[in-house]
Structure formats: C-alpha cells, structure tokens
C-alpha cells in the first residue's frame, strides 16, 4: 500500500511539470496534454486496481484483500488529486462549444473525482479499506441453515439456496432455506452503515447532495428528475403487474395448499428477493432440457451467438482468465457468487467471474455476461478515450447485457439449439406468461424497492433504527410482498443484495435497461419483419452492425441521443408493455371474479 501511495505521488509530481511547460499553450492544447497525459496514467493505475480487485473477489483472503485496499489507494489518489480537480474545472471553462468529446471526457474525470477527492484524503483512504472489507464479508460469506426437524446447522452454497426456493413445495423447507439467506444482511448492515457516511461526505464535498446524485449524474439527470421518471414507469406498469401478481399468488397458494394471501410471503417466491418469479408456469420446466449439456457448453453458446452477430470476437485469453464455474461446496478457495463480467486493462483484457452450472438461468446469465463483454471489445479502440471505454450510461451497459440475453426466451432460437420442450406450441401464452414474471416483476423492485430504498439511505440519511422498516414498506408498496414474520432492526435485509454493498446507489438502471432491450428488440424485429415473440436473429450481421453503433460509441456520445437514433423514439415503457400485449386477455379470464391487486 506504501508503496503504491508513493507511486501516485510521483506520477502527479511529473504530471504537474508536464502541464507547466507550455505556458504559451492555447486551451485546447493544453486540454489536449491534460487529456493525454490524464487518460495514460488512468488506464495504468486502472488495471493495477483490476487485476487486485480481482484477486480479492476470486480468491477472497486478507492478504487479498490488503493487496486490492493498496492499489485502490493508488488510483483513488490520482483520479481524486486536487490538482486534476482544478485542471478539469478551468479547462472545461474554457472547452470550445462544439468540441464534446473533450467536454465529456472532462466531465467524466470530475465525476470521478467526486468518489475520492483528495482535499479529503483521510476520508478517501478509509472509504477505500471499507470498500475492500465489505466486499470481503460479502463475498466470503458462508450461508448456513438447519432442515427442518435437524438441529445441526449445515453449510449451504448460494447455488443451493436458489435451487431450493425455485423447486422446494416444503413451506418449513422454504422458510428455512429464506431465512438463512438473509443472515449476510446481519452481517453486512454496520460496514454498510459506515460506506453510506463515508460515500456521502466525499460526494457531498464535490458539490452534490448525496451520493446518489453523484450516481444520477451518470445518467445525466438529477435526483428529482429520476425519481419522477421511476415513479412513472413503475405506475405504467402496474396495472399489468396486479395482474400477474394475482394470477401468481393463487398458482402458489393452491402449489403450498394454502389460502389465497393478500401480499405474497416473500418465502413462497423462487427468487431470495422475489426480483423475477420463474417456474410457476406448470409444464415449463426447461432445467431438464440442460440435463445433457455441460457449464462449459453454456457460456460457448452464450459467445457463439455473439460472434454469429458479427460482434468482435472473443478473445483466447477471455477463456484462459475467467473464471466461469461453480466450486464445490468443500473449496477451501471462496470466491464472488454474483455474476460479473470485467475489463481488466479496458484494451481488450476480457474476464467473467460466474458460478455456472447447466440450467436456465445460468442460460440467461452467460449471455448476459457475454453481452458485457462484447460491449467492452466494442469500445476498447484508440478512438474512444480510455476514460470513456464505458456505457453511455451505467443502464446501457447492462441493456446490451440484456440485450444479448434475448435470444434466451425466444423460442426460434431454443429450438435451433434443441433446447425447447417437445411437444410445446411456440406460441403457447404460457410461455409468455413465464418471461412477463421474470420480466416484468422485475420493474417494481428496480424501480421500485431499489431505486426508492437507496434514495432514501443515501439522499435522506436513512437512520440505522429505521433500514428495515422501510424496505419492507417498499416491498409491500411496490411488490405487494410481506416478509413471512415482522423482521426487526437486528436484520437488514437491503443488505443482502450484492449491489447494495458494491455497486451501489443505482441498481435503478436495470430496470432502465430492460426498458432499452424491449426497445430496441421491438424495432429490430419491425425492421426484419419478425414476430417480436418468436425473432431468429442468429447469423443475422444486420442486427449486429444495429448494436454495434451503440456498443463502438462508448461513452462518446449521450445515451438518450444514442436511443433515439436507433429506434427513433425516447425511451419508454411501451414497447415492454407492446411486447407483451397478448397476455392481457389471457391474465383478465384468469383472474375473472378474484381480486387484483392488494
Ligand atoms: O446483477 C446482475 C447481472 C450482473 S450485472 C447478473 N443482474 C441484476 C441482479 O442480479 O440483481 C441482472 C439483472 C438484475
Ligand atoms: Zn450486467
């Protein structure tokens, strides 16, 4: 850590000689050096952090996590140095109107700043330990449970905890299986505590209101602007969601032999979160279509169908870096449970960390990740600046993800890969009904829970008495879920969700990103003439060319402009509302006569 402190040091003193030579320069050469000189030490200081960060997550152990506290060190010193602060500032006073690739990169790099400016460097160096430390308990974290009528405590893998809550009928099972899910929050609520104090203060130093708006800059809009713009979208799809959340909460009670509840017990959900509710379709099953196919097999397909796109291809050295399956649940090596996809030099050193297995949702989570990973090869050229090989905005990284992962429901393209069920029409409203509960229950808790709970964590200061309280008022208001027993402030629920402790503040832009997918899948499949339900577009390298304007811009050009050049609208929920259009007569003779809504 000394040493990579020292290291910054001296990079920032040979930074300042190079600016001060040219007093003469005008402002867009000097921008041009800043830039240069800023974009050059960022990519070195970047993937030093990478490949510790990395380290830590695969192999999770405290001299790991030391090592990534050091080189985070380093580069928080430089990206948050008083000295680019000022640089930025007065060069962007003086950006010549139309030269906007130079303003977003300055723009970038004073957004970055705001995570760890060094007019607070103690601030800086703890916000950092803690980061390293939090994901080091979240990561390392051992779940147990006792089955019911044990009284020994077991270990249980996050792949085992999701198995059960998606196939377990055993009410005593499913409860206990959920409650053990939630013991990481216990763990996790004081470190989490800390980072929203720490987060704050550094963000609010820069100017912003809370941490959260340092995210929403990102999006380029402010707090209330995003806040109006979730409330809309959760409300324009509400009325389809009372509808599946009636259709679902009769399909459960009748599964569990109980009666019909008003909000649904967050454990008869197959999801620890209740974010997508898969396998309440009867005669749906495709895990067992996986039987016969291995881990591997799954993320080769996931880049197979990339490729057949056009997108650039995969690299050998994606397969000899990742880190892509399961361990076995005696591994004395811990790693990561989440899915991430990583771009460790942002030139072309590509990774994934998964724990795949061969089942559907790993299915739909290797092209997710793989739809990462093309955006990164998209980007990481000389033409767009190191600082900008990133989405036009955090969500449209994760709408290519999403994007990527469409083929997953579409039944041409399981069929192609003799993945689809003997025997089931394609056209089945069942089917549909399958992704609208993984799909759109999605949006709710995005853009609901989330988005509404970590505005009210960051932005209002959330006392510490009051975290859990209030995210189940949010899950019953947006989600019509209820815990399966009050949870008191000893838990902290909010906690148990990955991106609450790492990727914090904006978990809002999944619920963006869905609504991009349908946008953008709703035009493709209008302009090759497709049935937006059942598109092939395997092989197809127009589709890829479409995606790779948006994917080779980077973070060079505004999202919402990007948006609107594809599909020519602004981004909205009517095309996910279009797309799944068919289902409304379906789901209102469904529910004819029972209530709708809670
Ligand atoms: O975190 C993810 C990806 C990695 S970026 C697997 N997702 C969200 C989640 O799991 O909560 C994908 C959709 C929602
Ligand atoms: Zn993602």
Known sequence: MQTRLACAGLILAMMAGVMNTGGAETASARARAFLEFYNATYQRLYLVAQEAQWLAATDVRPEHTGRRVGAD???????????????????????????????????????????????????????????????????????????????????????????????????????????????????????????????????????????????????????????????????????????????????????YGQPVPRLIPAHWLPNRWGQEWPGLVEGLDLDSCFRDRSAEWLVRQAVAYGESLGLPKVPESFWELSDLYELPADSPRKKNTHASAWDMDLQGDVRSLMNVKPNFAWFATAHHEMGHVFYFLAYDRPEVPV???????????????????????????????????????????????????????????????????????????????QLNRRWWEYVEKYQGIAPPAPRGEEYCDAATKTHINDDPAEY???????????????????????????????????????????????????????????????????????????????????????PVGW
């Open 508 to 594: 809002y832009k999944y619920a963006h990103a869905f609504l991009i997918k349908y946008q953008l899948h709703m035009h493709l499949a209008r302009e090759l003439g497709q049935d937006p339900r059942q598109t092939d577009f395997y092989g197809r390298p127009e589709v890829g060319r479409f995606l790779l304007r948006i994917m080779r811009a980077g973070a060079t050009r505004d999202w919402r402009d990007l948006i609107r050049e594809a599909t020519g609208q602004d981004l909205s929920a009517r095309p996910m509302l279009d797309y799944y259009a068919p289902l409304w007569e379906f789901l209102r003779r469904e529910n004819a006569g029972q």
């Open 73 to 255: 060190a380093a580069l928080a010193a430089f990206v948050g140095s008083p000295w680019v602060v000022e640089e930025c500032r007065e060069l962007l006073s003086s950006v010549p109107a139309g030269d906007d690739l130079v303003r977003r990169q300055l723009e970038m790099i004073q957004r970055l700043a705001a995570e760890c400016p060094g007019t607070l460097p103690d601030v800086v160096k703890e916000r950092v330990a803690a980061e390293a430390h939090q994901s080091a308990t979240l990561d390392g974290f051992e779940f147990r449970w006792r089955r019911p009528g044990s009284d020994r405590a077991e270990r249980i893998t996050v792949n085992q905890i999701d198995d059960l809550l998606l196939t377990s009928t055993n009410l005593a099972e499913r409860l206990a299986v959920w409650e053990a899910s939630k013991e990481s929050g216990v763990a996790l609520k004081e470190g989490l505590l800390r980072l929203r104090d720490l987060r704050n203060r550094l963000a609010r130093e820069m100017g912003y209101s809370s941490y959260y708006a340092l995210r929403a800059a990102h999006f380029g809009m402010t707090v209330p602007e995003l806040r109006a713009f979730h409330e809309r979208l959760v409300q324009e799809i509400r009325p389809l969601y009372e509808q599946l959340h009636a259709w679902a909460r009769r399909r459960l009670a009748q599964r």
């Open 387 to 465: 600082v900008l090989r990133r989405g036009a905005s955090p969500a449209m990284h994760e709408a290519m993800a999403e994007t990527l992962a469409t083929p997953t429901v579409q039944p041409p393209y399981l069929k192609r890969l003799g993945l689809w069920p003997e025997g089931l029409d394609p056209q089945d409203l069942r089917w549909l009904l399958q992704a609208a509960l993984e799909q759109v229950v999605f949006i709710p808790w995005a853009a609901g829970v989330m988005a509404s709970w970590e505005h009210d964590f960051y932005e209002l200061d959330l006392p510490a008495d």
